[in-house]
């Protein structure tokens, strides 16, 4: 069955095969609606074209979720619900526009993933499908979700809000329980792998809802499109990766699972589209600072080109890549701590794939047995975690006293040589602050160090071997956690590949591209809070300087 909208966002749903009384209701409802005037009402009857259109001559501009305003919001709904209104057929008993290009994700899974045509060919869908978008709202384009901005807790992300993407819930429908009404995605219905109503799996709006794990944070994403070393075939393999993570999370793994677990389905959720044109957006940062024209790989086992046609848009790969009317902006920023993945971790033994028009309950099954890893990976995580934090603070607090018992040594002697001239000081002015300054300095007499200076400088040695300590135990923590959360994404994607008929080798080998991009932001997130350190530091110095040779001029 499929659904139309309606006045104050009303629905009736629809079988395949109607009968000549259903048709005259339907016309009969049909016929009401149409008289409300609404954006949707209006859409006539028309043939979807056996080629989308994937035309680009004027310039328009794709901005993220959290730039958009309220107002853009609801043009871009009144698109999405528009063209899921617009039939193909006067009866009905066709896929309407939207579920078009829900079926055409399902039917051409061999272009669009596996390989090095991914970038391209979903380059080419958003295009067609915002341009189907753009014969109801002529100005829209499709907002992209730069989801590694909310990685560290991505359930609360506000595009789950009912003005944007929709509320979600656990094998929930969208909005499910939302009684707003208006041109929102509450209770989406798509005709496509069997009627249904579109699913998530996740809570919207609660804390920890989403496992982070499948959420590359900004300074990774960042460091693998700026990354000099990694070629295109490699880079696109790390999206591919990377971009099974959110269709994990936002479909979940219970029942038969949400609709964007599932490739045959996933376009019916509108968190598809602005998940794809932010790995969009990404490959266009990659196209603006590496390289605007490199192309190449391999796809399903062919090397491929910017020659080759790229079913069912009508036009090579070369188009995707030469594409230039489309702009991104994103205006939101957030403070993310950049992580990273280290080392190897083994993938569990490979599932059967699972047909298009697998039943609800082989679905149920095979997500039961996918979940079930997938904690045993967590669990495993967790307790590991736990452990290594353990060990690290033990290192640290060692450390930290180490540091501390340095000082105290440094102060009794700089106390004990500073001592003899107190009552100068009491008698010219200068203050403690000065003093101890100019200690160190006349420590150092006639060219020769003096055994205090001696100890000072044995002091700092240990000052540096425990500090060094501290930030080796820290950095060790961080990659026994990045190593046990790989595992969980290794497992968890695996499986994604498995059940969706795609070459796991390929996702895996994007898992590697992405985990030296997560070193190298891990590193540079390292490197410059060593530069802040040191900065500070040297401030400090500087500022204590000048606050003595203050006092020796007001002496």
């Not at 295009?127 to 901005?149: C, F, G």
């Not at 929930?172 to 989406?188: L, M, S, T, V």
């Not at 690290?392 to 440094?410: G, Y």
Request: hydrophobic share 45%; charged share 25%; net charge negative.
């Amino acid at each position: 069955m499929a659904r139309h909208r309606g006045p104050g966002g009303h629905r009736f749903l629809r079988a395949r095969t109607i009968t000549t009384a259903a048709a005259t209701v339907a016309a009969t409802v049909l016929a009401l609606v149409a008289s409300s005037g609404s954006a949707a009402a209006r859409q006539a009857p028309a043939p979807f074209p056996t080629t989308p259109d994937v035309s680009c001559t004027a310039a328009r501009v794709r901005k993220e979720a959290g730039s958009l305003t309220a107002a853009e919001w609801a043009t871009y709904q009144r698109a999405v619900t528009g063209l899921h209104a617009r039939e193909t057929s006067g009866n009905r008993e066709t896929l309407d526009w939207f579920e078009h290009f829900v079926d055409i994700h399902a039917n051409y899974g061999g272009q669009a993933h596996g390989g090095a045509h991914f970038l391209a060919w979903h380059r080419l869908f958003l295009l067609a499908y915002e341009n189907a978008l753009r014969t109801i709202e002529p100005s829209v384009t499709i907002p992209y979700w730069d989801w590694s901005l909310d990685s560290a807790d991505p359930a609360m992300a506000p595009v789950w809000g009912t003005s944007q993407l929709g509320k979600s819930a656990v094998n929930g429908q969208i909005g499910a329980g939302d009684p707003r009404g208006g041109h929102n995605f509450n209770e989406f219905f798509v005709d496509t792998d069997g009627p249904h109503h579109v699913t998530r799996g996740f809570p919207s709006n609660s804390r920890g809802g989403m496992d982070s794990t499948f959420f590359p944070n900004k300074a990774t994403m960042s460091a693998l499109w700026q990354s000099t070393t990694t070629t295109f075939a490699e880079f696109a393999e790390a999206l591919e990766f990377a971009h099974g993570g959110p269709h994990m999370a936002i479909g979940g793994l219970t029942g038969p699972g949400g609709d964007m677990m599932w490739l045959s389905r996933a376009a019916g959720d509108v968190a598809f589209w602005s998940h794809h044109a932010f790995i969009d957006y990404l490959w266009a940062m990659r196209q603006g600072t590496i390289s605007a024209t490199e192309y190449g790989g391999i796809q399903n086992g062919v090397a491929v080109s910017k020659n080759d046609m790229l079913a069912p848009f009508g036009v090579t790969a070369r188009v995707a890549v030469d594409l230039s009317c489309v702009s991104l902006v994103c205006k939101r920023s957030k403070n993310i701590t950049a992580r990273a993945l280290v080392a190897a971790a083994a993938a569990p033994a490979a599932l059967p794939f699972i047909s298009a028009r697998s039943s609800d309950a082989t679905r149920t099954a095979y997500l039961a047995k996918l979940r079930k890893d997938i904690e045993a990976a967590q669990a495993i995580r967790d307790a590991g975690v736990a452990e290594a934090e353990e060990e690290a603070e033990v290192v640290i607090a060692e450390a930290d006293a180490e540091i501390e018992e340095v000082e105290e040594k440094e102060a009794a002697i700089l106390v004990a040589i500073g001592s003899d001239d107190d009552d100068d000081d009491a008698d010219d002015g200068t203050d403690d602050d000065a003093a101890t300054a100019a200690t160190r300095q006349a420590l150092t007499v006639g060219g020769r160090t003096s055994s205090d200076e001696l100890t000072l400088a044995a002091l700092e040695e240990e000052r540096k071997a425990a500090t060094a300590a501290r930030k080796a135990a820290m950095r060790e923590l961080r990659a026994k956690t990045r190593r046990l959360r790989r595992s969980v994404r290794v497992t968890a994607l695996a499986g994604f590949a498995d059940m969706n008929g795609l070459d796991r080798q390929h996702f895996l080998r994007g898992e590697e591209v992405l985990e030296r991009a997560e070193d190298a932001a891990d590193a540079d997130a390292e490197e410059a809070a060593e530069v802040a350190e040191e900065a500070a530091a040297a401030t400090d110095w500087a500022a204590d300087a000048v606050a003595g040779t203050g006092d020796e001029e007001g002496a």
